[in-house]
């Protein structure tokens, strides 16, 4: 299917994410034929977006370029390698099964309605301190997260929506020790299109009612930066933080299929906790 260009701003957070991660392969005229864009946060890896052009399909280009990534997210040590398709192309999870990838739980995107309202407790948001304090929050976000799913680490989403100007990442403590987190954009998605949004990228919760509080939090900074509404990408792996959100009265947008290479799984936080990691740009 046809999907809207994306904001080039987006896309300068999606190629320096992903660093040498970033590939493209050009035609003997130097027109890109294919590309494909492989992220690695810590031991997290995944891919997309992806794509091969029109006239360069059935050729043997996207094996090429999927095998590609496994090869580079392997080389670089990552101990999941993901990806996320439509759940009714039935063709290009078929593709990915023979390349190994074994289809698990729904990416289900939600979204909530921005509220202003006075927010009680202690949460912070990164871009309201200074270099050294910030960088020490996003060392003790890395820490609780690394605590809880060994090897995974946002420290450089968390860098690159504060240094291109995409979002923020708001963080809740409770006695001095990180509850929850979350990083999220504001930018548009999509070239051309209003800003309505405020996406949540990721989002680590140590508990239950750290997740609702921590919904709590992003609601108001959806307001406060004067966007309708909160997107999340919602693993339903995690049912009790689904059920929270429809409670909440988010309503369902479109859902993903969540995919890993055989032997290379996602990692599963505690059963009180909650971990969503977008692996869609």
């Given at each position: 299917?046809?999907?809207?260009?994306?904001?080039?701003?987006?896309?300068?957070?999606?190629?320096?994410?992903?660093?040498?991660?970033?590939?493209?392969?050009?035609?003997?005229?130097?027109?890109?034929?294919?590309?494909?864009?492989?992220?690695?946060?810590?031991?997290?890896?995944?891919?997309?977006?992806?794509?091969?052009?029109?006239?360069?399909?059935?050729?043997?280009?996207?094996?090429?370029?999927?095998?590609?990534?496994?090869?580079?997210?392997?080389?670089?040590?990552?101990?999941t390698i993901g990806l996320e398709t439509m759940p009714r192309t039935?063709?290009?999870?078929?593709?990915?099964?023979?390349?190994?990838?074994?289809?698990?739980?729904?990416?289900?995107?939600?979204?909530?309605?921005?509220?202003?309202?006075?927010?009680?407790?202690?949460?912070?948001?990164?871009?309201?301190?200074?270099?050294?304090?910030?960088?020490?929050?996003?060392?003790?976000?890395?820490?609780?997260?690394?605590?809880?799913?060994?090897?995974?680490?946002?420290?450089?989403?968390?860098?690159?929506?504060?240094?291109?100007?995409?979002?923020?990442?708001?963080?809740?403590?409770?006695?001095?020790?990180?509850?929850?987190?979350?990083?999220?954009?504001?930018?548009?998605?999509?070239?051309a299109r209003p800003a309505e949004e405020l996406r949540v990228l990721?989002?680590?919760a140590s508990s239950g009612d750290a997740f609702e509080r921590l919904?709590?939090?992003?609601?108001?900074?959806?307001?406060?930066?004067?966007?309708?509404?909160?997107?999340?990408?919602?693993?339903?792996?995690?049912?009790?933080?689904?059920?929270?959100?429809?409670?909440?009265?988010?309503?369902?947008?479109?859902?993903?299929?969540?995919?890993?290479?055989?032997?290379?799984?996602?990692?599963?936080?505690?059963?009180?906790?909650?971990?969503?990691?977008?692996?869609?740009?």
């Amino acid at each position: 299917m046809r999907v809207p260009q994306l904001n080039p701003d987006v896309w300068r957070y999606a190629i320096r994410d992903a660093g040498r991660g970033a590939m493209v392969w050009l035609d003997d005229a130097g027109e890109v034929v294919a590309f494909n864009i492989a992220h690695r946060s810590g031991a997290e890896g995944w891919m997309g977006p992806l794509a091969v052009r029109t006239d360069r399909q059935e050729m043997g280009i996207g094996r090429t370029i999927v095998t590609a990534a496994i090869e580079w997210l392997r080389a670089e040590g990552a101990s999941t390698i993901g990806l996320e398709t439509m759940p009714r192309t039935v063709d290009n999870i078929g593709f990915y099964g023979r390349l190994g990838f074994v289809p698990h739980h729904l990416t289900v995107t939600m979204t909530g309605e921005a509220a202003r309202r006075r927010v009680a407790g202690e949460f912070t948001r990164l871009s309201e301190l200074n270099g050294a304090a910030r960088a020490t929050l996003a060392e003790r976000c890395r820490q609780r997260v690394d605590r809880s799913a060994a090897g995974y680490d946002f420290t450089r989403e968390i860098e690159l929506t504060a240094a291109l100007g995409l979002g923020d990442t708001v963080v809740i403590e409770r006695d001095g020790a990180v509850e929850a987190l979350a990083v999220w954009h504001s930018a548009p998605l999509a070239e051309a299109r209003p800003a309505e949004e405020l996406r949540v990228l990721k989002a680590f919760a140590s508990s239950g009612d750290a997740f609702e509080r921590l919904f709590v939090v992003l609601e108001a900074c959806a307001a406060r930066a004067h966007r309708r509404r909160v997107a999340v990408r919602v693993q339903t792996a995690y049912a009790e933080a689904y059920r929270t959100l429809l409670a909440r009265g988010y309503r369902v947008r479109w859902t993903d299929l969540r995919m890993t290479l055989h032997g290379f799984p996602e990692a599963r936080v505690p059963d009180s906790e909650v971990l969503f990691s977008n692996w869609e740009i």
